[in-house]
């Protein structure tokens, strides 16, 4: 069974840093489709950014909205996928899911019904 369990989440000042982890255990990402999303209240579940290998090459996905001040990674010798998040704005205040996607699927790499697994979340609060 796949466990996913965020940490890193806080509060932050606009235009501070902070770094998100997923530990995964019961999976190994490595090649396989990883994302983080986010959900901010009132707000449906929105796809922030993906990884995904294969064949030796790594693709990339990112929202526009985080596009130049996020970057996802993953360690694979610690089965872990990181975000770091830059340039953090309030409107990046929600709270932040990892998520695998284990098998094959046909949704965008951003879009929650690509994912079949969930960590239980950690909350970015970004103050102006």
């Known amino acids: 069974q796949v466990q996913l369990v965020e940490s890193g989440g806080g509060s932050v000042q606009a235009g501070g840093s902070l770094r998100l982890s997923c530990a995964a255990s019961?999976?190994?990402?490595?090649?396989?489709?990883m994302g983080w999303f986010r959900q901010a209240p009132g707000k449906e579940r929105e796809g922030v950014a993906a990884?995904?290998?294969?064949?030796?090459?790594?693709?990339?996905y990112y929202d526009d909205s985080v596009e130049g001040r996020f970057t996802i990674s993953r360690d694979n010798a610690k089965n872990t996928l990181c975000l770091q998040m830059n340039s953090l704005r309030p409107d990046d205040t929600a709270i932040y899911y990892c998520?695998?996607?284990?098998?094959?699927?046909?949704?965008?790499?951003?879009?929650?019904?690509?994912?079949?697994?969930w960590g239980q979340g950690t909350r970015v609060t970004v103050s102006s």
């Open positions: 998520a695998a996607a284990v098998g094959p699927g046909s949704y965008s790499p951003l879009s929650s019904y690509r994912y079949n697994s």
């Open positions: 990884i995904y290998t294969s064949s030796g090459d790594t693709y990339y």
């Open positions: 019961g999976y190994t990402p490595s090649g396989n489709l």
